[in-house]
């Protein structure tokens, strides 16, 4: 995601370190050390964006602790920011880290997941980039040693030719489909599902937005 510097960027993460994991290997011991309450599901979000998927999945599902990750500091800044005010979320349940997902296993110990999402990775479209993908099998194997075991991996994309190679990927690595849609915001989960900023412009404009739900066994 390309955005315009934000002006006092670092000054305005450090204003909320409370809800920022500064150190993530530190979570390596215990991932789940930022939360109080620490018998909740650990769920984690790759690529968070603004936050308004982490942040209104956090106020909903009070059963889950969450931990949203975001690679480009001017972005989580915002995220940061969003949780912050939102008084429902900023004490228990929500944390986010600024980092990679290639650095997840020097983060998390293994089998301590028990959900990933991944909403609107970035295609990578090239055919030569396709090792890039967050649903390559390379990412897949990560997801697996970090998932307990029946963890689930929810994916959402507007992009069609990623999701038919998302299929693609999450077949030959023998995961269990537990549901599946070419249209999320006119199937049965509608009214469940948390809408990211750009899956709701996208929405407006009259995209269909694809969605699965796979099982790591």
């Given amino acids: 995601m390309r955005m315009r510097k934000k002006k006092h960027g670092a000054e305005r993460i450090a204003a909320c370190a ?17 939360f109080s309450d620490k018998e909740k599901l650990l769920c984690l979000e790759i690529g968070c964006g603004k936050g308004n998927f982490a942040v209104g999945t956090a106020a909903a599902e ?6 949203s990750m975001e690679k480009v500091p001017d972005v989580c800044c915002i995220a940061l920011e969003k949780a912050m005010a939102c008084k429902e979320t900023r004490p228990d349940n929500l944390r986010f880290i600024i980092g990679d997902a290639a650095n997840l296993e020097e983060w998390f110990p293994p089998r301590s ?15 030569g980039h396709a090792k890039r993908r967050l649903t ?3 990412f897949l194997e990560r997801y697996k ?6 963890g689930e991996l929810i994916f959402k994309t507007d ?14 690595f023998g995961l269990e489909m537990v549901w599946m849609t070419r249209d999320l915001h006119n199937s049965e989960r509608a009214a469940t599902n948390v809408m990211t900023e750009y899956e709701k412009n996208f929405s407006e404009k009259g995209f269909s937005i694809c969605s699965a739900i796979v099982r790591f066994n």
């Fill in 136 to 138: 390559h099998r390379i």
């Fill in 113 to 127: 997941l028990d959900r990933i999402y991944l909403n609107f990775s970035d295609p990578w479209p090239k055919a």
């Fill in 159 to 172: 992009n069609a030719g990623l999701f038919d190679f998302s299929l693609e990927e999450f077949e030959a």
């Fill in 62 to 67: 009070h059963n889950i602790n969450l931990i």
């Fill in 145 to 150: 040693n970090l998932l307990k075991v029946g």
């Fill in 18 to 34: 409370e809800i920022l994991i500064e150190n993530p290997t530190s979570l390596k011991d215990d991932p789940q050390a930022p």
